[in-house]
């Protein structure tokens, strides 16, 4: 059993999370990147909380609803990961460069969206984009176009 789906079987039995409807797992497991991002450093700001539904609505899920269930379900599995290489390790191997550069974009979104990046975001991300295979020029490209969509709906 895959670890993505020990994960999901635990939220499904201990928390009631995703008994429903099935979820692929790439968007699972990047939403799960995005929750962990979002909460490194402590705080939850609506702001970031804000930002991660409206990222998740509009990549993965089909309204608000869906989005709040999958945020749920991603929330689950990272409490139950030690460390953000674990949640990377979910992400298809056949996952292309653009969408791991979205992934990493997004992150930086969701990292800027309550308008500071402290060192704990800045570090967490630009180490998940050197465990998504980027140097450190595109890692400070995705910076820079993830936080120019801070705002924007």
């Known amino acids: 059993m895959s670890l993505i789906a020990r994960l999901r079987a635990y939220a499904t039995e201990a928390l009631g999370v995703g008994a429903s409807e099935p979820v692929d797992d ?3 497991a990047a939403t799960a990147l995005l929750v962990h991002v979002a909460r490194v450093d402590g ?3 609506p702001a970031e909380s804000d930002r991660l539904s409206r990222i998740v609505q509009g990549r993965y899920a089909d309204g608000p609803d869906a989005a709040r269930a999958l945020i749920e379900r991603a929330a689950a599995i990272d409490a139950e990961t030690r460390d953000v290489a674990s949640l ?4 298809p191997h056949e996952a292309n ?10 992150a930086w979104s969701v990292a800027a969206a309550d308008g500071i990046v402290d060192e704990f975001e800045e570090a967490l991300v630009e180490r998940l984009g050197r ?10 490209a995705a910076r820079r176009t993830g936080q120019q969509g801070v705002g924007a709906a």
């Open 26 to 28: 790439t968007h699972l």
């Open 97 to 106: 460069i653009t969408e791991r550069q979205e992934l990493l974009t997004m």
């Open 131 to 140: 465990l998504l295979g980027f140097d450190e020029a595109a890692v400070t």
């Open 43 to 45: 705080i939850l700001a």
């Open 88 to 91: 990377v390790e979910m992400i």
